[in-house]
């Protein structure tokens, strides 16, 4: 029987706080064929763990080749691969876009021919808003501008991208490009910046980075003096010639600035946390987000938004969250990274840290397709979680459906100016 939660939890409108989306024409011109849009999210990563080889893989996203063949060669690994939480997500894309409840070379191939109703246009709008049933998303494209997505301008709202600028990677022909300023030195650098905020910042939502793929998390206060001598061995030496502690010291001080700009501008700072997509590339060191205690003690007039629950430095993040005023927790990706833990850790949560501080989902995909996946996996875990706190006595089903709310709509507005920038973005347009 279906109690009054599950429906709450399974009918809201729900906010995602994170994806990749790619744009209009590239779904509809350049868009997946059945096993791209299958196998072209996260799971690559449990099938290459799982034992499939790199010319299976690699024939796998070949939409030039049968699609039988293609399915087969990874078919020992998705047999191994298939209850994660990233196989459980593609179960569900098959299940319920493509209305398959078990894959094989034929049924995959007689699936095929769906593929051609969905990538049209309107169609990446009609899964996400209609059937996901999500208020918006909130697209980080790896970019400074935040252009409007005239498929829906206040549906898709961006993410500014700070990402190179905290990795100590300094472009001037793109800064001077995007502001008309020339990038000389440091005093130049820090205009440049106030530059692209000032043209970009009103129609982005957030400010974006996932420094972390590339350095560790941890920040130390730089002075201007140190920065203008890293800055001069970037603007000068070759790349292959520029050490880590350069790059780290100028990254340092550009994310710093970049925290001041989004204080001055009303915008919260978006950062990755924890677990790293693909394989055998992951320094453990570097993401656990305690590393940047100093810098949430340093600016606590900022908004922080860790993303993917640090995992797994999940009880790290619970202190972390419980005790500064600055950090807001999301749980985007971790449902499909790891769905019990996931689970468990929103348990945790609950009675650890302010309800306010939470935000319930952000799929981190490219297409509709694995999006709505993920979100309704989303959906699954945070009622599991709900009932467990019901059956247990913590909660009453009342007060789970106001939480429920709170995390995956309410929080999400009262930290996001998500009316002003749906504003900018109309008088943008």
Known sequence: MRTELAHHVQSIRMVD????????????????????????????????????????????????????SRFNGIREAWQATQFTG????VSLIAKHIYDLDELTGDSLEKAQEK?????????????????????????????????????????????????????????????????????????????????????HAPCAIAVKSQHAYNRTLKWIERSDDDAANALNVILTKPSDQIDTSTRLCLGDWCWARGVELTIEHHLPFKIHTGYYAGNNRMPVSRIPAGNMCELFSRYLDAKFVLMHIAYPYNDELVALAKHYRN???????????????????????????????????????????????????????????????????????????????????????????????????????
């Not at 990233?86 to 997500?89: H, M």
């Not at 808003?129 to 961006?158: M, N, R, V």
């Open 115 to 199: 593929v051609k109703t969905i990538r049209k246009p309107g169609k990446r709008h009609h899964i996400l808003h209609e059937i996901a049933k999500l208020d918006h998303i909130q697209t980080d494209d790896f970019s400074w501008q935040c252009s409007p997505d005239t498929s829906g301008p206040d549906f898709f709202l961006y993410d500014l991208s700070w990402a190179n600028f905290c990795n100590g990677q300094v472009n001037p022909e793109a800064i001077h490009s995007e502001t008309g300023i020339e990038v000389k030195d440091l005093a130049t650098l820090k205009t440049g910046m106030d530059a692209i905020f000032s043209k």
């Open 17 to 68: 706080t994170h994806e990749h989306m790619r744009r209009e024409n590239d779904w509809v011109q350049n868009g997946p064929d059945i096993l791209q849009d299958l196998f072209g999210n996260y799971v690559p990563a449990d099938l290459h763990t799982a034992g499939a080889s790199a010319e299976a893989m690699q024939n796998l996203m070949d939409p030039n080749k049968d699609v039988k």
């Open 86 to 89: 990233y196989g459980e997500a």
């Open 327 to 429: 950090i807001w927790i999301d749980f985007c990706w971790a449902w499909s990274i790891d769905p019990y833990s996931s689970r468990d850790f929103l348990r945790r949560c609950i009675h650890a840290v302010p309800a306010n501080k939470l935000f319930a989902f952000g799929g981190d995909t490219g297409w509709p397709t694995s999006a709505y996946a993920y979100s309704l996996q989303a959906r699954n875990e945070i009622q599991r979680a709900l009932e467990a706190e019901i059956a247990d006595g913590y909660l009453t089903e009342k007060q789970a459906m106001a939480f429920a709310t709170q995390i995956m709509y309410t929080n999400q507005y009262d930290c996001f100016d998500v009316q002003g920038t749906r504003s900018n973005i109309a008088e943008a347009a």
